[in-house]
């Protein structure tokens, strides 16, 4: 049977927890007017998700922290000293019940569960989303471009190990634009390269009337362009046309029993704001048309006997 002690302090716990939610909520709306008056460029809106759900589990841990403030400021000073970053994460959570709106502790928590090593499979997974979580709640309370930039890139390094590319380019392209670092701005090449816009695949359509090569890209073209000719290059040459079609671009006209060199240029635009970060080049011949029976006029194929 519950006793009134056992039940007061759970009622204790319910009421803190109810508290710390609503607290979480009224810090989301005081952080999205100061987002607004900072004139935050990346979207954290469209992500909001990440955040709640960490607001949520540190509504659960606030429950259990029993370690006063300074002792928690050292567990932490502790676990950096000794290396152990997840160490490191999970004191400054704890000490984030306490302190909701420290920024600089915000910017810590992500420094750190960049770095951490997760502790089991369930952590490895978990990991990445705190990433995002603390990376754009740091990024929106910094008041620097230097500590935007880099709370941008953690939160893009967790997109990318959530393969998550498209907002993943986006926070390192943002960083980029408050701070451009040389190391920095190589990841965000080479992550453009292999997983921005570019094509997937293609295929030579020799059967079409003409021929064509289509070329299958990683997301919708853009849709300002009304000619993508001059996008692309071919030998023998030149390009008779380019037809659009969503993440589809065809190179229409070529002919049977020729060899082709195409290349779809750099710089070729795509509906969201990226375009090819490089040439892509194929090689193929257009083959005759596949053998197939045709009858002019009307027609029929008879049985040979019996």
């Known amino acids: 049977m519950m006793t009134v002690r056992n039940r007061v302090l759970d009622q204790s716990a319910w009421r803190l927890q109810v508290l710390w939610v609503v607290f979480a909520s009224l810090l989301g709306l005081m952080i999205q007017s100061t987002a607004g008056q900072a004139a935050k460029t990346f979207p954290v809106d469209q992500f909001s998700y990440y955040l ?33 970053a997840r160490l490191a994460a999970a004191a400054i959570e704890q000490l984030l019940t306490r302190r909701p709106t ?61 393969e998550n590319w498209r907002p ?7 960083s980029l634009k408050l701070a451009d670092a040389a190391d920095i701005r190589a990841i965000y090449e080479t992550m453009r ?28 073209v853009s849709r300002t362009i009304t000619d993508f000719t001059s996008y692309f290059t071919q030998a023998p040459g030149p390009v008779a046309a380019v037809t659009a079609e969503s993440t589809r671009l065809c190179v229409e006209g070529l002919k ?41 006029g009307k027609a029929y194929v008879l049985p040979r006997s019996g």
């Open 256 to 296: 049977h029993g020729e060899r082709y060199r195409i290349t779809a240029r750099k710089g070729l635009p795509a509906a969201v704001d990226d375009n090819f970060a490089k040439d892509f080049q194929f090689e193929f011949y257009v083959k005759d048309r596949n053998p197939s029976v045709r009858f002019s």
């Open 168 to 174: 993943a380019l986006l926070a390192y392209k943002e």
């Open 193 to 220: 390269i292999e997983h921005g816009f570019r094509v997937v695949d293609y295929k030579v359509e020799n059967d079409a009337a003409p021929p064509r090569v289509c070329f299958e890209l990683s997301e919708p």
């Open 102 to 162: 420290d920024s600089t502790l915000w910017l810590k928590l992500a420094q750190q569960l960049a770095v951490a090593t997760p502790i089991n499979d369930s952590d490895s997974y978990q990991l990445p989303s705190k990433m995002i979580g603390a990376g754009l709640r740091a990024y929106n309370m910094a008041r620097s471009p230097q500590d935007e930039a880099a709370t941008l890139i953690i939160a893009g390094q967790g997109f990318a190990k959530r």
């Open 52 to 84: 709640s759900d960490y607001d949520y589990e540190l509504g659960k841990l606030a429950k259990t922290v029993t370690r006063g403030d300074a002792e928690l400021e050292a567990d932490i000073t502790a676990a950096i000293t000794a290396g152990n």
